[in-house]
T-cell receptor
């Protein structure tokens, strides 16, 4: 599976937008970009995923670069409950039987 | 309510003892997975199963064993051969073993195993 690179940590103020970057320069044409987040002492939860077009759901937006070598998870208004580790994962839909988690980005939200 | 349940939440065992962690799902998912997480680290895949009576080793299978006799259950045994078993263990499931866009994984709340 292609690798992803994320900053170790980021900090945001409450009620401000947060842009979490992910680089995946070796992405293949069949790799989907998935984002999960893990709150302290809990299992990860799905956030969003996409292939080429930008995606929106009730939790976040996913902006994918035109060359697909990077993407950005956007939280429109950070809350204290958004403090978590965010994982950017590539998954090949034809052979990706499991999700391969790296260390992710630890997001700190301050009041 | 549908979901994936791991039990117990906390588990303590003496060194040299085997211990089995439970994972049950009522989501009718085909695929199930076991991950291990150490402090400050990401998740590492131990075993996965795409269908009943079949499972495959992940990246760190040594010292662990699994079974998949029923679709809804995927127990993990941590054997005495696992050199450093103290960790946070997470079970997950997905609707299909391969393909399609909408295959998000659902995770349990985890079991924190401490071996003393």
């Amino acid at each position: 599976d292609a690798k992803t690179t994320q900053p170790n940590s980021m900090e945001s103020n409450e009620e401000e937008p947060v842009h979490l970057p992910c680089n995946h320069s070796t992405i293949s044409g069949t790799d989907y970009i998935h984002w999960y987040r893990q709150l302290p002492s809990q299992g990860p939860e799905y956030v969003i995923h996409g292939l080429t077009s930008n995606v929106n759901n009730r939790m976040a937006s996913l902006a994918i670069a035109e060359d697909r070598k990077s993407s950005t998870l956007i939280l429109h208004r950070a809350t204290l409950r958004d403090a978590a580790v965010y994982y950017c994962i590539l998954r090949d839909e034809y052979s990706g039987y499991a999700l391969n988690f790296g260390k992710g980005t630890s997001l700190l939200v301050t009041p | 309510d549908g979901g994936i349940t791991q039990s117990p939440k906390y588990l303590f065992r003496k060194e040299g003892q085997n211990v089995t962690l439970s994972c049950e799902q009522n989501l009718n998912h085909d695929a199930m997975y076991w991950y291990r997480q150490d402090p400050g680290q990401g998740l590492r895949l131990i075993y996965y199963s795409q269908i009943v009576n079949d499972f495959q080793k992940g990246d760190i299978a040594e010292g662990y064993s699994v079974s998949r006799e029923k679709k809804e259950s995927f127990p993990l045994t941590v054997t005495s051969a696992q050199k450093n078993p103290t960790a946070f263990y997470l079970c997950a499931s997905r609707l299909e073993p391969r393909g399609s866009m909408n295959t998000e994984a659902f995770f349990g709340q985890g079991t924190r195993l401490t071996v003393v």
